[in-house]
């Protein structure tokens, strides 16, 4: 269903009861348009979000790589 903005306002208790028993909402302002959808709805478009560690650890592996600090003296500058 298509909503203008001022009734979607006026009627916002049942634009979010069609978002969650019917599906996604439309909602008109003028020439822009948004999509009113449930939680449930969204993470199944997006997928489950992941966190940063679980982002980390679906990379590349540093197996091999050597991650040992340089202890060698500072070098000299000039200031």
Not at 5 to 19: D, G, H, I, M, P
Not at 26 to 33: E, N, P
Not at 61 to 77: E, H, K, N
């Amino acid at each position: 269903m298509e909503w203008q903005l001022a009734e979607a306002k006026n009627r916002f208790s049942e634009l979010v009861n069609q978002a969650l028993l019917v599906g996604p909402q439309r909602v008109r302002r003028r020439k822009d348009t948004v999509i009113v959808i449930s939680a449930a709805e969204y993470e199944r478009l997006a997928g489950q979000p992941t966190s940063f560690k679980q982002f980390l650890m679906a990379g590349e592996s540093l197996d091999g790589v050597d991650l040992t600090r340089d202890r060698s003296a500072a070098r000299d500058i000039a200031l």
